[in-house]
């Protein structure tokens, strides 16, 4: 099978080297998708792709731009989604999971536990979020940021008013979010493959940082799945119609659960070091075994 993958970095990144090594390893070949080098159009009233490349010549394909993904290569993903190619996961999914104020809104529709959050595009809708979430500290994010980029901690009024200079676009606005201390706080990633676990692993953030993540830390551990956090992980990728997700929750000092955000193009090297499962080789066999001929 020929495993298309959507990204803009090359062969030496972790999750494509990965997946490439894996599909080869199973007797399939993967091949890099690169959106700028492939165009949607229409044609004689036919959706279809410019591909001088030859790139898109495969049998399905997985976007893994993450976040930053942008309404040309969403364009060219619905393009191939027009051609009945197999595509995992598929574009409405991904316009949800790449916006995690649109994520959060979602999750709380179906229920699932996530914390107060509100979506700002002003100074005057940042001081009136504050009085709303009950004061500081309070987190303050891009709603498509990755890997921890664009997060601070606004722990009082000099720091919301700095913070709010620093990252605030109006057109894109900002998350502002009750913050869950650290002290007894456990921050979770799990992996969910065709509405199975696939792993779990618990991150610490550095002394003197609050966000746990593997990008920014370099430090996970391996943790077992209990009842509660495996229905929530796995109502939550059902939730945004997610074959493949990366769900990142909080237990709190009550080990209540709460969701921070669904990934539809999950990094998974601290999960593969933390555990030593071949994650890589799940998701080439889920893709294989549900859209192989």
Not at 85 to 91: A, E, T
Not at 174 to 198: H, S, Y
Request: glycine letters at 10%; charged letters at 25%; a negative charge.
């Amino acid at each position: 099978m020929r495993i298309g993958i959507v990204t803009i970095r090359d062969a030496a990144y972790h999750p494509n080297r990965r997946l490439l090594d894996a599909a080869k390893a199973k007797g399939h070949s993967g091949r890099l998708v690169h959106p700028y080098h492939t165009w949607p159009a229409v044609q004689g009233n036919r959706a279809l792709a410019i591909d001088p490349r030859g790139q898109c010549r495969i049998d399905v394909l997985v976007p893994r731009q993450g976040a930053e993904v942008g309404e040309s290569s969403l364009a060219l993903i619905e393009t191939f989604e027009q051609q009945h190619l197999p595509v995992v996961n598929r574009s409405k999914a991904i316009r949800l999971a790449r916006n995690q104020y649109m994520t959060i809104r979602k999750l709380a529709e179906t229920g699932l536990p996530v914390l107060d959050s509100v979506l700002v595009n002003s100074e005057e809708g940042f001081w009136a979020a504050a009085e709303s979430l009950g004061g500081f500290p309070l987190v303050i994010k891009h709603p498509s940021g990755r890997q921890g980029e664009g997060v601070r901690l606004a722990r009082d009024t000099k720091d919301g008013r700095a913070h709010l200079e620093e990252l605030l676009t109006p057109r894109l606005g900002l998350m502002v979010q009750r913050f869950i201390p650290l002290e007894g706080r456990l921050d979770i990633r799990v992996l969910v493959i065709g509405g199975e676990i696939a792993g779990a692993i618990a991150l610490k953030p550095v002394d003197g940082d609050f966000r746990a993540n593997f990008h920014l830390t370099g430090r996970s551990q391996p943790i077992d799945v209990w009842p509660e956090l495996a229905e929530t992980v796995i109502s939550a990728a059902a939730a945004l119609d997610l074959e493949i997700a990366g769900v990142d929750l909080l237990a709190d000092q009550q080990r209540r659960l709460w969701v921070l955000e669904v990934n539809y193009a999950p990094g998974f090297q601290g999960l593969e070091a933390a555990t030593g499962l071949d994650i890589a080789g799940m998701m080439v066999d889920y893709i294989v075994d549900t859209y192989g001929q």
